[in-house]
């Protein structure tokens, strides 16, 4: 079997040294790929002569010292939810079968002007929506530190392929903790930017007011280096800021002395949180207060409703932005249906799973009328408790740590049947999104043999700080650099 590729910065100094080329870093990706697929199942599709001649294209121009940026040349993956022109998007769905985008998404064209090399289109929870992987109509995604686990969710196959060493970076989409929280569960780092930060053009929405791209990768150094090209204003998206974009990576000076974190004490009590998880993120904060940085107890009060708010905001979005999948347009559609009301309710019956005709019934429920005003409103009141919350408590730190999840990677089908269950795997990461603050999760040890997660949470616009304290941190420990076994 071909071995793990190395981080992202590793395999820059191979190519800027002339020591591979993208050619062989494309071969052996693919090769690992197909490889431990039969067991990970991390991919929904290749495109391997696609990326054979981006790969020799970027071979070139570096032949030429026409370097585009650190990402030329380098193999990746996204997750197939973002639309590629001329290629299939399927969303973990039986219902977009036999889709294929006309266009590119935002972030796709950056990556290919970047020079990097897309090999394929990783799996996901249909539509985005779940924690697990489980809801992929091509089946659930599994952990490589443990192959009865789940590696997390709806991102799961992007974290997958990256923890096994098959690509050094890959794209998710977080709308609630759909990084972060599989990247805790896969021992890598996974950053949610700032609402806006990132394109959302040629994402499939699930949650429009809650959705954004950002990546995984081995490292907080690697997040920055991808950041730099991902991130920026496109005036295809109307809720994508028109703000600079910061040269993340020369901000990654190692030093936190004068940062202060703020310690959410909502957030860092026993209840609800495995014992060993809550040891590992205590301890990582501490590294931090020996790196220089200062800590402080902050309060988020409204926390406690974070997850029954972003479960009716996120729904009644989703039941809005699905609508749109009817068997009239593209997609899956209902064969032998007499009329068009029964060709509607048999192709959505046929083509969405169990979880997102759940979230669109509650979300068509907390729109209708009679109900909109004591749900929906009064969620979208609470949001702004909860942005509040966000605000005071930086007012007096710079950064906020806290567990990513509430425990480490469970069992494939453990909470397959308590959805309940399943939500709280994101008691912790929902919050930042319904502020639209960035986030960021990298390893911080093991309970139980399995990877552990602190999340550093940082000011609206500022992933700056949110990197050089992770890459602090990181410049002092090697969790990030521990890989998992071999799959036998």
Not at 99 to 126: C, H, M, Q, W
Not at 244 to 257: C, E, F, H, K
Not at 323 to 332: E, K, L, P, T
Not at 348 to 375: H, N, Q, W
Request: hydrophobic content about 40%; overall charge neutral.
């Amino acid at each position: 079997m071909t071995g793990p590729l190395g981080t992202l910065s590793e395999l820059r100094a191979q190519l800027d040294g002339r020591k591979t080329s993208s050619r062989e870093l494309t071969e052996a990706a693919l090769a690992r790929a197909e490889a431990l697929e039969p067991k990970l199942r991390a991919f929904v599709g290749f495109r391997p002569e696609r990326a054979r001649a981006e790969a020799a294209e970027a071979d070139a121009r570096m032949t030429l010292g026409e370097r585009r940026s650190a990402l030329e040349g380098i193999p990746v993956a996204i997750k197939d939810n973002m639309v590629q022109a001329g290629e299939p998007t399927t969303c973990g769905s039986r219902i977009l079968a036999g889709f294929v985008s006309p266009y590119d998404a935002t972030v796709v064209t950056k990556l290919r002007r970047a020079g990097a090399v897309i090999i394929g289109r990783t799996n996901l929870d249909e539509f985005a929506m779940g924690s697990s992987t489980e809801n992929s109509a091509f089946g659930p995604s599994r952990n490589p530190w443990d192959l009865t686990r789940t590696p997390g969710g709806s991102s799961g196959g992007s974290a997958a392929a990256v923890a096994a060493g098959v690509v050094p970076l890959a794209l998710g989409s977080d709308t609630g903790g759909s990084i972060r929280q599989p990247a805790a569960c896969t021992g890598i780092a996974g950053i949610k930017p700032t609402y806006g930060r990132v394109s959302r053009y040629g994402l499939v929405a699930f949650a429009s007011s809650l959705d954004q791209i950002g990546t995984f990768t081995r490292s907080a150094a690697d997040s920055a280096a991808a950041l730099e090209v991902l991130c920026g204003h496109d005036p295809h998206d109307s809720t994508s800021l028109p703000e600079p974009v910061p040269p993340y990576t020369q901000r990654l000076s190692g030093d936190v002395s004068g940062l202060v974190i703020g310690l959410p004490r909502e957030y860092l009590v026993e209840e609800g949180v495995d014992p060993g998880v809550l040891q590992c993120v205590r301890e990582a904060v501490a590294e931090l207060e020996r790196c220089g940085a200062k800590t402080r107890e902050v309060s988020l009060p409204h926390t406690k409703y974070a997850i029954a708010t972003y479960y009716l905001i996120a729904t009644a979005e989703a039941s809005s932005n699905l609508a749109r999948y009817d068997g009239v347009r593209y997609g899956h559609r209902a064969a032998n249906a007499k009329d068009v009301g029964l060709m509607y309710r048999r192709t959505r019956s046929e083509g969405f799973g169990a979880e997102v005709k759940r979230r669109i019934l509650l979300g068509t429920y907390v729109l209708s009328a009679g109900y909109y005003d004591a749900y929906y409103r009064k969620a979208q009141q609470v949001r702004t408790l909860l942005r509040r919350d966000f605000e005071q408590a930086f007012a007096g730190c710079d950064l906020i740590a806290t567990p990513t999840a509430p425990e480490v990677a469970f069992r494939l089908g453990e909470k397959a049947s308590d959805p309940l269950r399943m939500y709280l795997s994101d008691v912790y990461t929902v919050s930042a999104n319904l502020a639209g603050i960035p986030g960021l999760s990298i390893p911080c040890g093991f309970a139980h043999g399995l990877p552990v997660g602190l999340q550093l949470l940082g000011k609206p616009l500022d992933e700056a700080t949110v990197l050089r304290a992770a890459d602090s941190y990181q410049r002092r420990t090697d969790w990030h650099s521990r890989r998992p076994p071999e799959p036998a």
